[in-house]
């Protein structure tokens, strides 16, 4: 199991629940891991405060995806999600409560009863630290089933021969060893990629490492050009700010005090996708209607909400813009502005978390994904609210099941030699530690993230997007020079973050192909050029393959929608909310 985040420990408690021996290997301690920043919510048609049925949830997923959600998986996690929330609560999870006892909901972005026709509170929640909640409760699970947890170890290449995974190397932080792990299975949870643009909700460690692995064996990465910016990160800091903020009644205003998204969404207002509210922020601070001293970000009113709201049910996003922004929500407007929140694309999977090596259904055989790391396909362009808690624990979970009863079949893999399988993790290293080059690796992690803030953002258009990629070509021959001040092996930071630079280089390079590729606006991925849906044309799924012949090259391929789920179909509409 690589990553002890949501979907890496519900995996491998799963893995652990079907008689199989489990490691977990994770670049951090896993209560520390990137779930913990999830603040509002799981969503889930418990119907606790409201009628809900999963087939409204599965509606919104995919309208909320734009039609790009494959619908099959739409409907798994639909269904699936509602006996997983409750069984997260059996398991301890301290969910936040009606005054009947029953597990609290409340209503989030996208979330609607009967098909659009209104909000519904359907976001389960723990206050606004949802994520860390289930953090605690899976690990200590874990610690109950048995896990045997290898904590600040970093993978660095994945063992692949003749089309099946035969285990992987990582690098042990405390001792600068290369450790090779034999695996009869192996699946990946390690998160996202976030940390390739300058403001995002990610933590430091979401640089997109397993991805790239499998991108540069030349298998491909799944519809990479669609990334969400979560509309409300704090001013400057992009540090997130929960959707259940304006669930719980925030409101979004302007330099003039007006709630701007009436005139953009006017039936859900501030409760719109994402995709729509993140636009519209911008369009705001564009047509210059921003506030601050750059007139780079908009206000979230909770003054009209009671104290014990603010202070009870938002508490952690409360104290958090107390001590860095200084303001008070009980009585202030706190500046906001969109950050970089989520990958939608990733290692494609099917719905048991298998590893897809083409986009017409062929496998990597003993390889399995789950979480942002990966894409079933169930976020399609663009994620629903609460999705990505709902998604860890569903696609965990089949995940570590599928890998358990994989792994009870087989015998071991064979395996090549240590010195051979370790031989591309050595020379990685041995180049960023003792090569003669002289270039800096933050210098070009700042340009990086700068020029893809700027050219692969919100807006995008392709001369934008063409420069960027000229861009990424020159930051990667310049990546090659790259050589550390210090050559330690031991708790060498410096060394971590040059490598974790290139795996970042090759995501921005998949990303940014993709996005260029694709010639129309579709959920996150909006074209200044091509302004409108295009079905006829692009109502498939994007994969990005790593030319193995030809440095900087990449090669785009295709797979289908599955538009169907199987009891029925969501047909494309308008883009309109």
């Given at each position: 199991?690589?990553?002890?985040g ?8 799963y ?19 990137h779930?913990?920043?999830?603040q509002g ?17 599965m ?10 959600t494959d619908?099959?998986a739409a409907?798994v ?14 398991m ?6 009606t ?10 972005g996208?979330?609607t009863?009967d098909f ?22 899976l ?10 947890f ?14 099946r ?14 450790h090779?792990?034999h695996?009869?299975a ?35 990465l799944?519809?990479?050009?669609f990334?969400?910016?979560?509309p ?7 540090i997130l ?12 205003r ?25 636009r ?5 601070i ?6 601050g ?12 909400l009671?104290?014990?709201v603010i202070?009870?049910?938002?508490a ?7 001590t860095y922004?200084?303001?008070?929500p ?11 929140h ?11 978390g ?5 986009g017409?259904?062929g496998?990597?055989e ?11 396909s169930l976020h399609?362009a ?5 999705n990505?808690?709902g998604?860890l ?6 995940a570590?099941?599928?890998?358990a009863k994989?792994a009870?079949q ?23 530690r ?5 270039e800096?690796?933050?210098?070009i992690r ?11 953002g919100?807006?995008?258009?392709g ?15 310049r ?8 050559p ?7 060394l ?13 390079e998949?990303?940014?192909a993709s996005a260029?590729?694709?010639?129309e ?7 200044e ?21 030809k ?8 797979k ?17 909310y």
């Open positions: 199991m690589v990553g002890a949501g979907a890496g420990l519900m995996a491998a408690l893995a652990a629940k079907g008689n199989v021996s489990v490691a977990c290997i994770s670049k951090l301690y896993p209560t520390r891991s779930t913990g920043a999830a919510g799981i969503g889930a048609a418990l119907g606790n405060v409201q009628e809900d049925h999963w087939e409204w949830h509606f919104d997923t995919v309208k909320g995806g734009d039609y790009l619908q099959d409907e996690f639909a269904k699936d999600i509602i006996d997983a929330v409750y069984e997260l609560e059996h301890g999870l301290p969910f936040s409560r005054p009947e006892g029953k597990i609290a909901q409340r209503k989030f996208g979330h009863r659009g026709k209104a909000a519904v509170e359907r976001s389960c929640y723990a206050k606004d630290r949802t994520g860390h909640m289930i953090l605690q409760t690990y200590q699970q874990n610690v109950k089933a048995g896990t045997t290898f904590n600040e170890f970093h993978v660095t290449d994945l063992l692949i021969e003749d089309g995974c035969q285990g992987l190397v990582a690098y042990e932080l405390s001792t600068g060893e290369l090779t792990f695996a009869k192996v699946i990946l949870a390690a998160g996202g990629y976030g940390r390739v643009f300058k403001i995002t909700s990610n933590a430091l460690t979401l640089t997109g490492d397993l991805m790239s692995i499998y991108y540069r064996k030349g298998l491909p799944e519809d990479m050009e990334y969400q910016f979560h409300t990160g704090l001013a400057k800091l992009g700010v929960t959707e259940g903020i304006r669930g719980e009644g925030g409101i979004l302007n330099d003039s005090g007006e709630r701007f998204m009436e005139r953009y969404a006017p039936t859900i207002k501030d409760l719109a996708p994402r995709d729509i509210v993140s519209s922020i911008i369009t705001e564009r047509e210059g209607r921003g506030v001293r750059d007139k780079d970000a908009v206000n979230i009113d909770l003054t009209h009671p104290r014990e202070e009870g049910k938002l952690e996003i409360t104290d958090l813009a107390r922004l200084g303001m008070d009980v009585k202030d407007l706190v500046p906001i502005q969109p950050t970089a989520y990958a939608m694309g990733g290692i494609p999977t099917n719905l048991d298998l590893c897809l090596s083409d017409s259904g496998t990597v003993g390889l399995y994904a789950a979480g942002e790391q990966a894409c079933v399609g663009n994620r629903l609210g609460t990505s808690l998604d624990v569903v696609f965990g979970r089949r570590g099941i599928a890998a994989y009870r087989v015998e071991y893999p064979d395996m090549p030699e240590p010195g051979e399988a370790q031989r591309e993790s050595v020379d990685l290293f041995e180049r960023l003792n090569g003669s080059g002289k800096n690796a933050a210098a700042k340009e990086l993230q700068e020029s893809m803030m700027n050219n692969v919100i807006f995008r258009n001369k934008d997007m063409a420069a960027q990629v000229d861009i990424i070509k020159e930051l990667k021959a990546y090659q020079g790259v050589t550390v001040s210090d330690s092996r031991r708790y060498n930071s410096e971590i973050e040059a490598m974790e630079l290139g795996f970042m280089l090759d995501c921005a998949a990303m940014t260029l590729n694709r010639t606006s579709r959920g996150a991925h909006d074209r050029d091509f302004t409108e849906r295009n079905d006829a044309e692009w109502l498939k799924h994007t994969m990005a393959y790593k030319n193995l012949n440095a900087d090259d990449v090669i785009i391929g295709y289908p929608v599955a538009l169907k789920g199987f009891t029925r179909a969501f047909e494309p509409k308008p883009r309109v």
